[in-house]
């Protein structure tokens, strides 16, 4: 079992800047990957970023060259960087782990956080 919590969640202005951490604590070899997913309302669960053992990292379109995933393997800590935020990147964000490496999808991740909500306002 992996427990995952995710906090730095708030409201911003367009162009603001938001830090998201994912602490992870548990089995760790149930973390093969992880990654960091948003959903608006009304719109299905999406891919934001993905961060490999090897840091080798996997960026959505829309996060590419705004968002930065990293993680601190000895605190157990995922973070999400997030700057120039747009309305349309607001939503919940979650922290998600998978036993298996794959791609960065949510079907492929079995642990998820509760979630920290993010509100980009223009």
Known sequence: QVQLVESGGGSVQAGGSLRLSCAASGNIYSRAYMGW?????????????????????????????????????????VYLQMNNL?????????????????????????????GTQVTVSS
Not at 42 to 71: H, L, M, W
Not at 93 to 102: D, E, I, K, L, P
């Open 86 to 114: 747009k309305p349309e990147d607001t939503g919940i964000y979650y922290c998600a782990s998978a036993r298996m490496v794959g791609a960065c999808t949510p079907k492929n991740f079995g642990y998820w956080g509760q």
């Open 37 to 77: 997913f948003r959903q608006a309302p009304g719109k299905e669960r999406e891919e934001v970023a993905c961060i490999y053992a090897d840091d080798n990292a996997y960026y959505a379109d829309p996060a590419k060259g705004r968002f930065t995933i990293s993680q601190d393997n000895a605190k157990n800590t």
